[in-house]
């Protein structure tokens, strides 16, 4: 069962994408809704009105706990943000709550404003964890998807424990770190499900939570 967070943004998008690949999907607000999630998704939308819908709630505090025991994410644009251990221009967010479990640090609106929207070709690298993809041989090659950034965050810091899965304009925007992934684009807007595919592969693979 893969948890979609439910409180603002691109929920059913995700959804649809992961029952589309034959996953079960509950929306979680809650704390108590993470019970027995093999992963979890933390959509786009806004992370400033995320925190303070979350706000009072627990769940971000709680989904912290279970990302540090080993849940594994996937947080996209905002879910990025949310998910990022430091935010640069993150005054709007400073007193609340977020998930910072990914060692990168994460710069809102960096890619301009809404009407400065684009999509872009970018590579993914799903061979840089062996064996998570089953597609994936030792010699498939990158295989390339549309990539939509809107109002899109910035990787600008990245730790040391984090791979880079794919870069544009030489940032990267998608990243891992153990179980948790987080892209600055849109995965679920487009009809490709690659990405959603890799983090079920790594699901998968983890014990329930
Ligand atoms: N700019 C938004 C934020 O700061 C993220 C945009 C998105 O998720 N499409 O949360």
């Known amino acids: 069962m893969i948890g979609v967070v439910a409180l603002q943004g691109a929920v059913s998008e995700h959804m649809r994408t992961l029952t589309g690949l034959g996953a079960e999907v509950r929306r979680v607000t809650r704390p108590e809704h993470l019970a027995g999630l093999t992963g979890l998704v933390l959509p786009g939308g806004e992370s400033t009105a995320m925190v303070r819908l979350a706000a009072g709630t627990g769940l971000f505090p709680a989904l912290t706990d ?19 251990r430091e935010v640069e221009d993150g005054a709007a967010l400073e007193g609340f709550a977020r998930v910072p479990v990914l060692d990168i640090t994460a710069r ?5 404003a809404q009407r400065e929207s684009f999509t872009a070709r970018v590579a ?4 840089s964890a062996p064996g998570t993809d089953p597609d994936d041989g030792p010699d498939a090659p990158d295989r390339e998807i ?22 544009h304009a030489g940032c990267p925007v998608l990243v891992r770190q153990g179980a948790v992934m987080a892209a600055a684009f849109h995965p679920e807007l487009t009809a490709d499900p690659a990405v959603h595919r890799l983090f079920l592969t790594a699901a998968a693979a983890q014990p329930v939570h």
Do not use: H, K
Request: aromatic fraction near 4%; charged fraction near 15%.
């Open 146 to 167: 549309d990539a939509v950034f809107i109002r899109a965050p910035q990787v600008t810091r990245v730790g040391p424990g984090v791979e880079v899965l794919a870069a």
């Open 108 to 112: 809102r609106n960096a890619y301009g």
């Open 66 to 84: 279970a990302a540090r025991a080993g849940l594994p994410v996937l947080g996209t644009c905002a879910g990025l943000i949310l998910l990022a």
């Open 124 to 127: 993914l690298r799903s061979r």
